[in-house]
């Protein structure tokens, strides 16, 4: 019979790469940096923002937008309702971003809301 409590026998040598050691967000891609936001979302908010499109408008001043485009009104208006928590997720991923935009194309037109990071 094994004791559980004994781990005399047992034989605990790893090696460092059967570890799993999370990279630093400054050395993360834009692509990994993206799936962390996402991660930290409850599955609906997830589900939500899997069907949008996202990139990073840049601004003279090396500070950037986050650019959600949403694929219709109804996301839109419900991640809007999470403007909080979006903008904490932005500040655990990207320092430079200062800014997000909620976007919808209408008409062939894209139509945006843009929130201040903090405000």
Known sequence: MIDPHDFEDDDFEFDEEDFIFPKRVSEMTEGE????????????????????????????????????????????????????????????????IKSFSLCVEENGEVVCDTFVRGG
């Not at 923002?49 to 419900?78: A, S």
Request: hydrophobic share 30%; net charge positive; glycine share 4%.
């Open 33 to 96: 940096l993206l799936q962390r936001f996402k991660r930290f979302f409850d599955s609906s908010s997830r589900a939500m923002l899997q069907d949008c499109r996202f990139r990073i408008e840049y601004h003279e001043d090396g500070k950037g937008t986050l650019e959600i485009l949403c694929p219709n009104e109804v996301v839109r208006q419900r991640l809007s309702k999470k403007t909080r928590k979006i903008n904490n997720q932005i500040n655990s991923c990207w320092l430079h």
